[in-house]
Antibody
């Protein structure tokens, strides 16, 4: 059974960077066939895709966030991480990691999600 | 403001059939596949429907999906109290070149 778990600071100061980690169990970040993603949900709002990547391939960014997003993978810990720089209050949201099948052309088939972690940007 | 439009709320009584709608445009729903997710706050969202009407293993056939033009629908038949949750639609957007989501519909079982 594949599970994802987000972790990271719940409070970040404005202008600083937000760093979150997604730990994978029951699968591997290096396993072919899946994109690994970050998605967020602002309070009381819908979901917003941030970034997804294929371990041995490319990374795809939401254009509105691309300049501030860095994604990386730690194969020794079977984790992937999100760094969002220069945060403001508008980045306050619940952040989710999720998995999407590689062959999902034209779809949004996020088949496994983490529970999400709330990040508040405030001084 | 979400790219896909959903009514903020819906309701039904146990045993009833309810439908949740999702409206988009030609660049997203009109030319791509729709997924539906069930979400209880504090838990991981669950994939209910993918590729417009396909159900993952383990999802009851009470849940069904359809798509017509630039709109899609999720139908829940034989409504149960445990179906009370938020439901989100999603699809690919050719203009964004990425996935987009609806604002969610909160389903209340009366």
């Amino acid at each position: 059974q594949v599970q994802l778990q987000e972790s990271g600071p719940g409070l970040v100061k404005p202008s600083q960077s937000l760093s979150l980690t997604c730990t994978i169990s029951g699968s591997s970040v290096t396993t072919g066939g899946y994109y690994w993603s970050w998605i967020r949900q602002h309070p009381g709002k819908g979901l917003e895709w941030i970034v997804y990547f294929y371990y041995s391939g490319s990374t795809y960014y939401n254009p509105s966030l691309k300049s501030r997003v860095t994604i990386s993978a730690d194969t020794s810990k079977n984790q992937f991480s999100l760094k969002l720089s220069s945060v403001t209050a508008a980045d306050t949201a619940v952040y989710y990691c999720a998995r999407r099948p590689y062959g999902d052309k034209g779809g949004a088939t996020f088949d496994i999600w983490g529970q999400g972690t709330l990040v508040i940007v405030s001084s | 403001q979400s790219v896909l439009t959903q009514a903020p709320s819906a309701s039904g009584t146990p045993g009833q059939r309810v439908t949740i709608s999702c409206s988009g445009s030609r660049s997203n729903i009109g030319s791509n596949y729709v997924s539906w997710f069930q979400h209880l706050p504090g838990t991981a969202p669950k994939l209910l429907i993918y590729r417009n009407y396909q159900r993952p293993s383990g999802v009851p056939d009470r849940f069904s999906g359809s798509k017509s033009g630039t709109s899609a629908s999720l139908a829940i038949s034989g409504l149960q109290s445990e179906d009370e949750a938020d439901y989100y639609c999603a699809t690919w957007d050719d203009s964004l070149n990425g996935p987009v989501f609806g604002g969610g519909t909160k389903l209340t079982v009366l």
